[in-house]
């Protein structure tokens, strides 16, 4: 995954450019040139075998990748917009986590033989996230496999609520992109009936899709059981069946970056107890994902009991709901990348209709962030400390611009294979 600690670029106009690491840097960012991934943390840089190990907080610049599908879509830069003061303040926003069980399984990423990615036993409302990559010599598939976890259950019933992967691709952020968009698409309503000792995909499809050497897999489901199931997620070879091959499959072991494990609270949910008043409070803006204003969730790899972190809060959806002052205010919301190249999707719903829409992150074409220069340290300060700057150095992908008629509720989550952290931003609209 990719998560970078490179963040927006001319906050503060004084300050000349430079590098900074900030956080923890998204996994899979794939350098076309020297055909290298390359892995970030705050704690790690890592390459692929041929590429050398980096130290604990590394700066490290990589040239970003171009989306296969979109090489002859015009790179329009985001457009400026013109308001009376540039100058925003971060707003004070209150968290609280909910929902069910998060399985996350990314470690580990390079997988270079079959076997159990990742494994827990579950019940309830529960989202499970893969993203492993192919990297044996062999066609592989990736499978989520349900198993009746309660022996005086005759039956299990699973419903499968919304899910999406992409096909499996080396080009990594087209791969982030269309999961997301097809995740936070059409909702599912799946019925998966596991019978005592049997067991069952979470997904038929899963057994059709085959991962050629060097591809990426990116899956994100969420579904709700009556009973406890075990969920597995397995790597294992084309043309095996995949029910029987976990039965004698061992636990792969993490790789040094250990992005896996369950946690509680596969939601946040990020209001204020403040009323936003465009008119008196001007540009805002608030931190997604970056571990000081927005903390990575903590949890347990269940394959052995270590406590673990979730380095970018992978599948953890943001339930993201700003009060409004003022039934005439009219609100302009944009998502900015932060820390590099981004390509993700998310949706806004107004009052408590049940549709939402999808909104691409950008729009017409696969990615953005590319554009915007690491900032200095005295700007990520800043920041930090509730100040920034608004204008054309930005980066936007255009969320909308709504009236506060109804409230207005945006659904976020990290996309895979970007950047991290993000900023969503108001714009009082009249500006």
Known sequence: MTLKGKILAGFLAAVTVMSLPLGAEARHH?????????????????????????????????????????????????????????????????????????????????????????????????????????????????????????????????????????????????VGKTTQNQYFGEKKNDLILVMKDKKRLLQASMDEIVLQPGQL???????????????????????????????????????????????????????????????????VYVMLADDKLDKYKIGVDATDGTTTVNYGNYGINYKIAIPVKGETSRVQYYLSPLGGTYAGAMTVRRDHSPYTKRIETPAGRIYFGDQTAPEPEQVSQARSEGIALFGSHLELADLGSYDNSVPTYFEFSPPGASNLPACLILVPAGE
């Open 30 to 174: 794939k350098s076309k040139q020297e055909a290298a991934t390359v892995v970030h943390t705050e704690r790690k840089v890592r390459q692929t075998e041929e590429a050398r190990m980096g130290n604990a907080g590394q700066k490290i610049n990589t040239e970003r990748p171009l989306a296969k599908a979109q090489r002859e879509a015009v790179h329009t830069e985001a457009r400026a917009v013109k308001v009376s003061s540039n100058t925003m303040h971060r707003w004070e926003v209150q968290t609280k986590d909910t929902g069910g069980t998060l399985l996350f399984s990314d470690s580990p990423e390079y997988v270079d033989r079959p076997g159990i990615l990742y494994q827990d036993i579950v019940n309830g409302n529960v989202r499970v996230l893969y993203y492993h990559l192919n990297n044996t010599q062999v066609p592989q598939k990736v499978a989520v496999v349900l198993e009746n976890a309660n022996p005086k259950a005759k039956a299990t019933m699973v419903r499968v609520t919304r899910g999406g992967t992409a096909w499996p691709s080396d080009d990594y952020l087209w």
């Open 217 to 283: 897999v990116y899956g994100v489901y969420d579904f709700k059981t009556d009973n406890p199931v075990k969920a597995s997620v397995i790597m294992y070879p084309a043309g095996v069946n995949p029910l029987t091959f976990v039965d004698g499959a061992k636990v792969l072991p993490r790789d040094s970056v250990a992005l896996r494990g369950t946690f509680q609270g596969m939601d946040r949910e990020v209001t204020s107890a403040r009323e936003y008043d465009p008119a008196t409070d001007g540009i």
